[in-house]
């Protein structure tokens, strides 16, 4: 497969281990990925070949014969025990029941808090792994052109490079980066003492208003424009990670 997706992610959706919100936006990214349809359609045929594969040995007649023997010598002081442990074991089946379906029906909007908090733990844990030694870039480059050629086959989009030293904003340089199974394009700037990641990755969405989130005492700006999501994550004060946002915009 050599779609920006890695390779689980094709797997949790077939198997249906992906989050709803997940599973949304892997449907919008079969849209235009031939890659994962081919492999969805290979995992499918297996499933399809297995299902069907007479992959079983027909029980023995003595195994019959002797559950039967089983079943005859039960007394009714046993068939009483069973009964009633089968009237405990379906009250407990409908607790369950009802808890689970509590806690299906009432987290409709736990689930895009749950979606909100993997995503910005995903962007902050990518944004502190680029802080360790020799992890920030792949191109170490203050020149645009630079940073785009170097782009060039490593991800299938293309996207703006701007050095916004003027403003503040530095260039560094970028890298490939893995944010929640795909591989996105990473944009480094510095203002001052602070660095600033730009995450991008290709959207079947529309574009969409700023999203802000923080953790870990780190800030985040998401947004989607032009079939690009954007994403700047920092420890900087939230009114940088807004000027940065405003001139990637422009």
Same mark, same amino acid.
């Given at each position: 497969?050599?779609?920006?997706?890695?390779?689980?992610?094709?797997?949790?959706?077939?198997?249906? /281990?992906?989050?709803?919100? +997940?599973?949304?936006?892997?449907?919008?990214?079969?849209?235009?990925?031939?890659?994962?349809?081919? /492999?969805?359609?290979?995992?499918?045929?297996? $499933?399809?070949?297995?299902?069907?594969? +007479?992959?079983?040995?027909?029980?023995?007649?003595?195994?019959?014969?002797?559950?039967?023997?089983?079943?005859?010598?039960?007394?009714? *002081?046993?068939?009483?025990?069973?009964?009633?442990?089968?009237? #405990?074991?379906?009250?407990?089946? #409908?607790?369950?029941?009802?808890?689970?379906?509590?806690? +299906?029906?009432?987290?409709?909007? $736990?689930?895009?808090?749950?979606?909100?908090?993997?995503?910005?733990?995903?962007?902050?844990?990518?944004?502190?792994?680029?802080?360790?030694?020799?992890?920030?870039?792949?191109?170490?480059?203050?020149?645009?052109?630079?940073?785009? *050629?170097?782009?060039?086959?490593?991800?299938?989009?293309?996207?703006?490079?701007?050095?916004?030293?003027?403003?503040?904003?530095?260039?560094? #340089?970028?890298?490939?980066?893995?944010?929640?199974?795909?591989?996105?394009?990473?944009?480094?700037?510095?203002?001052?003492?602070?660095?600033?990641?730009?995450?991008?990755?290709?959207?079947?969405?529309?574009?969409?208003?700023? $999203?802000?989130?923080? $953790? &870990?005492?780190?800030?985040?700006?998401?947004?989607?424009? #032009?079939?690009?999501?954007?994403? *700047?994550?920092?420890?900087?004060?939230?009114?940088?990670?807004?000027?940065? &946002?405003?001139?990637?915009?422009?």
């Amino acid at each position: 497969m050599s779609c920006d997706l890695e390779y689980f992610v094709v797997h949790s959706y077939f198997d249906g /281990e992906l989050s709803a919100i +997940r599973a949304a936006e892997f449907k919008h990214h079969l849209a235009d990925c031939s890659d994962c349809m081919d /492999e969805l359609a290979a995992l499918s045929s297996v $499933r399809g070949s297995l299902k069907y594969a +007479r992959l079983y040995e027909a029980a023995p007649a003595s195994l019959r014969q002797k559950i039967r023997a089983d079943l005859h010598s039960i007394t009714p *002081t046993t068939n009483r025990s069973l009964l009633l442990s089968w009237r #405990g074991l379906a009250a407990a089946a #409908g607790l369950f029941l009802v808890v689970l379906i509590l806690w +299906r029906v009432i987290p409709g909007v $736990r689930k895009e808090e749950d979606y909100q908090a993997e995503f910005a733990a995903g962007i902050v844990d990518a944004h502190l792994r680029s802080l360790l030694p020799a992890q920030l870039t792949n191109v170490n480059s203050s020149d645009p052109q630079t940073v785009s *050629t170097w782009f060039e086959g490593k991800v299938k989009f293309v996207f703006p490079v701007r050095n916004f030293a003027d403003d503040g904003f530095a260039l560094q #340089g970028g890298r490939v980066d893995i944010v929640q199974g795909r591989m996105v394009a990473a944009l480094v700037y510095r203002s001052r003492d602070q660095l600033f990641n730009v995450f991008i990755w290709h959207t079947g969405e529309l574009d969409g208003s700023p $999203r802000t989130g923080s $953790r &870990q005492g780190y800030q985040w700006i998401d947004w989607r424009k #032009g079939k690009l999501e954007f994403c *700047t994550v920092s420890a900087a004060a939230p009114s940088d990670l807004d000027r940065l &946002q405003r001139l990637l915009t422009e």
